[in-house]
């Protein structure tokens, strides 16, 4: 049925890396990264996710990604969402991992080794003071030009809201936990 | 780094189907919707994407879904965003591609042929006057309880926001084509 339909394929005159945040308290923050990551495979780009929560619960994305292997690759370094109850790492724990996840940020950025950067749910870890906002404006000032940085997490900084060329804010509605379902496997994780 | 954290895999007592919405003015909206896709591929659940707006200007998740083929399927059957500008096609014939797309789905649904349901633009569709209320109603009561059925798209109708369990508005804090940056390939498209 879109035989008669002409397909175009827009170039931009000047490709440029953008700094992306995805922000708010509604579900699709990492959803919308993950497919950012899927459509940047339609163009060759290659994409890293550095997860700087999640890692003690089984999500989806997980191997999902290992299907855009080598264009995606994707590095869960948390230990699940601090201070949340049921979760029984420390505070210094977490932190731990998150500095540990830095040193993978820095590294991608010296080795200009991707064309997409995703660090999911890197607002809520300086919200919750597992990175230092020196640390993330660090990354802002080291992503070279071309790169896009996309960031996550609730509560993004002001400053980073700022310097950031596209902003999101994903506004709960509503959310089926509200009725008492369970999560579901596909949509929720 | 993960070596001490226990991971654990969440299964719901109780499976069911979710319909979720994502509408909203911001960016992120498809791009949620791809990254279910993608999440669905971890638990081994098949999508299926029907694309009501989409079909005129490529965009990377045509190809990026290849990637995850058999479980994901995608069928872009629109010809842009009708009323904008430079869309040559008419009322009429957006129409009738959004009709021919609506048969495609209410397929999908009798032959029970996945365990996600993206609809995308469907919102926008309805508002266009693409496809009528009773048309997207009728999706909803064919729907199997256990399938997911995801509608994106702006100006989402307050009808079926009410019968969904999730529901997401994605705002716009800011966006780069506001400061004359062209759409870029994996971020914008």
Redesign the interface.
């Known amino acids: ?2 035989d008669q ?14 700094v ?5 308290d ?18 060759g ?1 290659k ?1 890293s996710i550095v997860q700087f929560m999640k ?11 290992k ?2 292997a080598p264009l995606v690759t994707l590095q ?5 969402f601090c201070g949340i109850q049921g979760n029984p790492y420390s505070h210094a724990e977490h932190r731990k ?1 998150a500095q ?1 996840a830095l040193q993978l940020v820095k590294n991608i950025l010296k080795e200009d080794s991707c ?2 950067l995703i660090l999911d749910e890197i607002n809520n870890a300086l919200k919750l003071k597992l990175v230092d906002k020196d640390q993330v404006q660090q990354i802002l000032d080291l992503r070279p030009p071309h790169m ?1 940085l ?1 960031m996550t997490g609730r509560n993004a900084h002001p400053d980073f ?1 700022e310097q ?13 936990y509200r ?1 008492d ?7 929720d ?1």
């Not at 397909?7 to 890396?17: A, L, N, Y």
């Not at 509604?26 to 940047?40: D, E, F, P, Y």
């Not at 890692?55 to 191997?63: A, F, I, R, V």
């Open positions: 049925m879109t339909v002409i397909v175009t394929k827009f170039e931009p005159e000047h490709r440029q890396g953008l992306v945040i995805i922000t708010g509604g579900k699709g923050k990492t959803t919308s990264a993950m497919g950012m990551a899927l459509r940047g495979c339609g163009h780009l994409t890692g003690d619960l089984y999500s989806g994305e997980w191997d999902g990604v299907l855009l869960a370094t948390g230990k699940g991992n540990d064309d997409t896009h996309v809201i950031a060329d596209t902003v999101s804010e994903v506004r709960e509605i509503k959310h089926a009725k379902i369970e999560p579901q496997p596909g949509i994780f």
